[in-house]
Structures are given as structure tokens and as C-alpha cells.
């Protein structure tokens, strides 16, 4: 069974950066669709990015385009989010999630099989 492990959250003033990790027990470049979501206190989990199964283009929500990048390392079979110019909106626990299925649209989040335990993201002065 997948096993996925997130790390890199943390305290971040307004405007800094943080790149969260999220190592995988197995090679998941082509065999999993991966997304990222998070969830703020009170809210719905909201996808952040995603990309599916066996392809490359990463899509973003509209909330952070231009801010954040998804990427990967297939050699180490991680998977990263880059965060810059982090808002306090973007407070949050941040969890990365994969399945071997074809999930259209990639950020259903109902659809994923395997999650990490999630990291604090936390944007304050």
C-alpha cells in the first residue's frame, strides 16, 4: 500500500516562501495521478494542484496560479510544492494525495485513495 509523507510547513511571514515535500513508499511518476490540498480551519479542503496519471502539465487553483509550482523527483519519488509569496490566506494544513486511477479533474479530492498526514502552513506576522 502507498504510503505518502509530507514535511517543509511551518511559520512564514506575508510575502516569504516554504517548500513543502511529500515522499512516496513507492516510484509513483506514471503510475499515480498526485495532488496537493489544504485545509484551513473551518473550511472544505480545497485542491491546490494536481497532475494526472502518466502526464506532466500540472494544473493550479485559481487562488494560487503564478504563486505556487508543483514538481517532482522521480528519482527519490517526491513530489514538491513550491510556495512563494505566501498570503495569510494560505494558512492551512497542507496534505498531498495520490491514486492509480484516472481522476477527472484531477483535484477531486473525494477520488484519492492515499494521503500523508498533512503539515501546518501557517502566513503571520
Known amino acids: 500500500q502507498l504510503q505518502l509523507v509530507e514535511s517543509g510547513g511551518g511559520l512564514v511571514q506575508p510575502g516569504g516562501s516554504l517548500t513543502l515535500s511529500c515522499v512516496a513508499s513507492?516510484?509513483?511518476?506514471?503510475?499515480?495521478?498526485i495532488a496537493w490540498f489544504r485545509q484551513a480551519p473551518g473550511k472544505e479542503r480545497e485542491g491546490v494542484s494536481c497532475?494526472?496519471?502518466?502526464?506532466?502539465?500540472?494544473f493550479y487553483a485559481d487562488s494560487v496560479k503564478g504563486r505556487f509550482t508543483m514538481s517532482r523527483d522521480g528519482v527519490k519519488s517526491t513530489e514538491y510544492l513550491q510556495m512563494n509569496n505566501l498570503k495569510p490566506e494560505d494558512t492551512a494544513v497542507y496534505y498531498c494525495?495520490?491514486?492509480?486511477?484516472?481522476?477527472?479533474?484531477?483535484?477531486?479530492?473525494?477520488?484519492?485513495?492515499?494521503w500523508g498526514q498533512g503539515t501546518q502552513v501557517t502566513v503571520s506576522t
Open positions: 497532475r494526472y496519471r502518466g502526464h506532466d502539465r500540472t
Open positions: 494525495a495520490a491514486d492509480s486511477g484516472f481522476i477527472h479533474p484531477c483535484d477531486s479530492a473525494h477520488d484519492y485513495d492515499y
Open positions: 513507492e516510484f509513483t511518476s506514471d503510475n499515480y495521478g
